[in-house]
């Protein structure tokens, strides 16, 4: 794992966010009731909730009280220059499985984040002290305030070495949080909610403002993190359950009571990064042949079905939806796991993980989202993908959601049906090429099809909102052991074309749904 290049990641797609909270009042937070603090009795997730609505009950007050100037101004390279020093890790001389660092406030983490450990029926605030961190070529003001705060958090567990504490999940910026799985790199981000993404209006980033990490017992797989979300349309309380390993699961519930209505607002928020890959109609001036954290979105939905749509960097802006009633899940995939289709010894692209979100309970009618923003660069995260609900949210409205978030590198490994291994396009014809028409070519893999024999007939169907299709062709893959779907479309002049298709054998379905928006270039 590189934690420089993650920071540097988590902070591009938060630049908004901070330009948003500058202009913010600067107010205290209130102390917290004594019932808060586990007293009678241990502290639960219920505490949390009744903090989330009162505050609801409130406007809004940002949690920025001034910090020195030192720190106020610093710039990226001055603020990865602070570092927590390890030997001030949280339960370091335990022996416990777990152990928690900190962040410091400043470049663009401006706002105070509270953290309290719970340890049984006791909950206390970690006190804010320069001790905690190495400060390297930063000056160090001589009056800091003792409130100073942190800026998030990170939690450490012996993931991939019995001897050797690695992190394996963050909370930082924003309501922005990432976990990686065992013997990966970090790539894709989540956040804890997401507020009129993609519209014309501002964006709103709610903020985790306070934590409670529960203290583990001595054999303890999984963590406990409460968190304190707020904003000015919305607050919340959530809990998370952290398991890490081969794949690494988190647990999340919320509650969310909504100060001012809301345009859209987007449930279990993924985010990650595309700049090009297999299917880039466009030259791109790179070395490597593919750049992205992930690949494409899945969704699997309430009847059953799986669909599959291929990422891409758009030339404007893009924003898909799927309506999907009590889906069953979703998320952004990295699926092409093969070095030689990056070529990238620093960021092994390869090596992301893939994200799934799992909803507990009915969730009702909505849609899967996929927004695709045009971008120039790997450092920005342009792509989200959240469920949002169908009817519109007002104010005073109360909401509770619960889901599973699993971080792994196949999360498909026990699928046996086929699915899209690779998208291609290109323009038409054999021997001559025509441009003005395109070709596409799918490849399935899966165990399913790798035992069909060659002379099966596979079948294709493939459907277009507009344009004109040669009838699809499906022949077996010898090289992956898979079926190749390939069909051409005469474009609509000016007109976009969503693209379906699938693989069948008489009545049987052989893989999921190929879904793909085509957009003239």
Known sequence: MNPSRDLKRISAGLLVAFAMTLAGETVAQPAAAPEDAGVPGAFTFANVVRRAAELAQAPYQRDAPELPEAFASLDYDGFRDIRFRPDHSLWRGDGLPFQAQFFHRGFMFQDRVTINLIDGNEVTPVEFSTELFDYGKNPVPEQIPHDLGFAGLRLLYPINRDDL????AVFLGASYFRAVAQNLNYGITTRGLAIDTGLSTREEFPLFREFW???PAEDAVEITVYALMDSPSVSGAYRFVIKPGLETTMDVKNHLYFRDSVEKVGIAPLTSMFMHGELTERFMDDFRPEVHDSDG????????ERIWRPLVNPLGLRISTFQVENPRMFGLLQRDRDFAHYQDLEAHYHNRPSAQVEPIGDWGKGVVEVVEIPSNSERYDNIVAFWT???????????EFAYRLRYSADPEERLTGGRTLATRIGAAGTDVLDSDRRKFVVDFVGESLSKLPAETPVMA?????S??????????NPETGGWRLFFELTPERGRTAELRGFL??????LSETWSFEWIPQ
């Not at 504490?165 to 394996?168: L, Y």
């Not at 979105?297 to 059953?304: A, F, P, Q, V």
């Not at 169907?461 to 909102?465: F, G, I, L, W």
Request: hydrophobic fraction near 30%; charged fraction near 30%; charge should be negative.
């Open 504 to 509: 069948y054998d008489g009545n049987d379905v």
């Open 297 to 304: 979105l899945i969704i699997e939905t309430g009847t059953g």
């Open 461 to 465: 169907t493939v459907t277009t909102t």
């Open 389 to 399: 609900p169908e009817r519109r949210v007002e104010a005073g409205a109360e909401m």
């Open 213 to 215: 990490i529960e203290k």
């Open 467 to 476: 344009g004109e299709l040669s009838p699809p062709i499906a022949q077996k």
């Open 165 to 168: 504490f690695d992190e394996v």
